[in-house]
């Protein structure tokens, strides 16, 4: 041992406690020479052996005591390495570049392996990727978690500066601060933890209601005395699914019924895609139409009360997409299953004379009127506005309507109306709304309820007003600070509703012939040519519309097409291919066609024609924007298609935009849709 070699610090001082004693002592011993000379002779014989002793014990023994400390230290380290091996949490050290250096045999059992190998770390764990290695200096901890076959962990990784050890290394050196690191990795086994987390997610509790559609309208067609048998039959059958499904059902009214299930049972239903709601639909007794019902569940929420809520807001919006559907909301957002029947027709009209008759009264109460349906506006947008302009005319209130760029297709339309208004002040753009708008303007949408998709979206945060006029089905999208919100997804098209309203409004509403005009061709348009969701009340506002100066010849001279866009439609035609035996696919170019858009959609509706076809989608690569218009006759519902992709519409009639795709990605979106769709039964 080397006799240089010293203690330091606290052990030092520990060790001369004997010789600062010793020198104590001696003085003790001058004091005591003072005092008798005898005891001073003796007490120093006694520091002098004492003082003797303790030099032979410090040369002899520090060498021996240094020796035993050195070999308690390498037994500590090697006792730390052990326990770090034998530790059951798995743990390893990896260099900068993610490298295994070193690992615990806890960490080997986990990958499976006798021996620590020098590879990166996603060889065994693919989601530990570059991104999560906390190699940066202002970069100290990294988490993540992941699976690993049935096992669920949770990774915790450590920067390990080496800054301080290269500086007080004997045997690196480094020309300036070394900005090296160690990345510490640990994983934490949390199956247990996961396994009882969703064990106790499955047995939360889902709320739900259940009405039933069209329970009056059955009952009308059976007899009288087997009427109490229809309605016994279908709670029957509804008390006894969810009973098997270990449920509570609880009837609220005739028609109504309220019920509570456990997620796992849920997600069994979801699976089965609600198949209640084609069971339901077996139940007959003679009715001559089947009872469709609507179901809203409410799961996911921090309470019962706000899984309640979830459970009428989509209930709220089943009904408004038509019925005859089960919608699921959560906190992840909302599933649709069923919708794939059209919604029946209402004999009554009730309901169009009660919004007739609001919408008289909000409109007589504000000094101005703006009419906006959705970008691009088509022959329906502008057919049921100027049906609104006339009702607030006729309520002697200033009116205008919001349209920024007049297509082609609506120029003719357009052109007729303002020369028989003699007033080209009616349409005005963006800019000219928002300076017109105020605390007290009407706002009228038409023919949309997406906010973000109408004319001038930012007109609805401006007006406290608003009023919605629409046939399409409603989504997750709504307009939801609406005054008077009028949404009837079985009618035809907004012209055919804003020609209802007009009949009851008590002002005496008188439309003009270029008036009726207009929204006699936006029924022709959307109906396309009165064969597709024409119903008896589509056929009686048109009879109205004829009354009132309607001409089917000055319409269909407006709604000729360029010649242009009839080569246009034909080439689509010729460039379309058949998917899967039953649809029809085509993809096209704007090209020379004036207005591609619509070009496309009358080109599905040509598609439909084909023998064997259930859908029709025509793409078109237009504006750095593709639309996709999708038409289906009946036993498809396109309106399903098309949400899946971001877009809505009608069960029959739907469309989306899509934008940051080409069209090649944007076909072949929609065709890995339809496969998914179908394996799923949802089409």
């Not at 743990?91 to 990166?120: C, M, P, S, T």
């Not at 696919?585 to 070009?599: F, M, S």
Request: overall charge negative; glycine content about 6%.
């Amino acid at each position: 041992m080397n006799k240089n070699l010293r203690f330091k610090g606290r052990l030092r001082l520990y060790m001369a406690m004997p010789l600062w004693f010793g020198l104590f002592l001696a003085l003790i011993d001058v004091a005591l020479y003072l005092v008798d000379m005898k005891v001073g002779i003796i007490m120093s014989c006694f520091t002098l052996i004492y003082l003797i002793v303790f030099l032979l014990m410090d040369r002899f023994n520090k060498p021996i005591m240094i020796n035993e400390m050195v070999s308690f230290a390498t037994q500590y380290g090697q006792i730390q390495k052990s326990l770090l091996r034998d530790l059951e949490l798995p743990n390893a050290l990896l260099d900068h570049e993610g490298r295994i250096v070193w690992a615990n045999a806890a960490f080997l059992q986990v990958i499976g392996k006798n021996k620590a190998e020098y590879k990166q770390i996603g060889t065994y764990f693919p989601e530990i990727t570059e991104e999560y290695l906390p190699v940066k200096a202002d970069m100290n901890e990294a988490e993540l978690e992941f699976q690993l076959e049935d096992r669920d962990f949770r990774a915790k990784l450590k920067r390990v500066p080496l800054d301080e050890m290269v500086e007080n290394s004997d045997i690196f050196e480094s020309d300036g601060p070394y900005q090296g690191c160690l990345i510490a990795l640990y994983l934490f086994d949390n199956t247990a933890l996961k396994l009882a987390i969703r064990e106790n997610d499955k047995q939360s509790l889902a709320v739900g209601l259940l009405y039933l559609d069209n329970y009056e309208e059955a009952l009308d067609s059976v007899e009288e005395v087997r009427r109490s048998l229809l309605g016994a039959l279908i709670e029957r059958k509804i008390n006894k699914y969810f009973a098997s499904m270990d449920g509570i059902v609880r009837k609220t009214e005739k028609d109504k019924f309220f019920f509570v299930i456990r997620k796992e049972a849920l997600q069994e239903i979801q699976a089965n895609r609600f198949d209640l709601l084609e069971d339901v639909k077996t139940v007959t007794i003679g009715n001559e139409m089947s009872v469709t019902i609507s179901i809203g569940v409410g799961v996911g929420g921090l309470s019962y009360a706000q899984n309640y809520e979830y459970a009428r807001t989509s209930m709220d919006l089943a009904l408004g997409r038509g019925g005859d559907q089960a919608i699921v909301k959560s906190n992840d957002g909302m599933k649709y299953y069923g919708g794939k029947s059209q919604r029946m027709e209402k004999n009554t009209r009730v309901k169009a004379r009660v919004k007739a008759q609001a919408l008289k009264e909000l409109i007589s109460t504000k000094d101005r009127v703006l009419i906006m349906g959705h970008r691009m506006t088509d022959e329906d947008a502008f057919g049921a506005g100027v049906g609104i302009f006339r009702v607030a005319k006729a309520l002697g209130r200033n009116v205008n309507i919001v349209i920024n760029d007049i297509s082609g297709s609506i120029r003719p339309m357009v052109d007729h109306f303002l020369e028989s208004e003699k007033d080209n002040s009616i349409i005005i753009n963006n800019s000219q709304a928002m300076e017109l708008a105020g605390a007290n303007t009407c706002l009228v949408v038409v023919d949309v309820n997406k906010p973000s998709i109408t004319e001038c979206p930012e007109l609805l945060k401006v007006c406290r007003t608003i009023v919605v006029l629409d046939h399409h089905r409603q989504g997750e999208e709504t307009i939801e600070n609406a005054t008077l919100s009028y949404i009837e997804s079985y009618a035809s098209s907004a012209c055919e509703m804003v020609a209802e309203i007009t009949q009851y409004i008590e002002s005496g509403v008188k439309l003009t012939s270029a008036e009726a005009d207009c929204l006699y061709s936006g029924m022709v348009i959307d109906t396309n040519n009165f064969t597709n969701k024409a119903g008896v009340r589509t056929f009686e506002a048109a009879a109205y519309l004829r009354r009132s100066g309607a001409d089917v010849t000055r319409v269909r001279k407006m709604l000729r097409d360029d010649v242009s866009d009839y080569r246009a439609k034909a080439l689509v035609i010729s460039k379309a291919a058949i998917y899967k035996d039953i649809f029809a696919i085509a993809a096209t170019q704007a090209g020379e066609a004036h207005n591609p858009t619509i070009v496309g959609a009358q080109a599905a509706n040509e598609l439909l024609g084909i023998s064997g076809i259930k859908a029709s989608f025509v793409l078109t690569d237009y504006n750095q924007t593709i639309y996709i218009s999708a038409r289906s006759m009946d036993e498809i519902n396109v309106q399903i298609i098309m949400e899946r992709l971001g877009g809505g519409g009608h069960l029959n009639v739907a469309a989306v935009q899509m934008q940051g795709v080409s069209l090649t990605e944007a076909e072949e979106t929609l065709k890995a849709t339809l496969d998914e769709m179908q394996e799923e039964g949802a089409i």
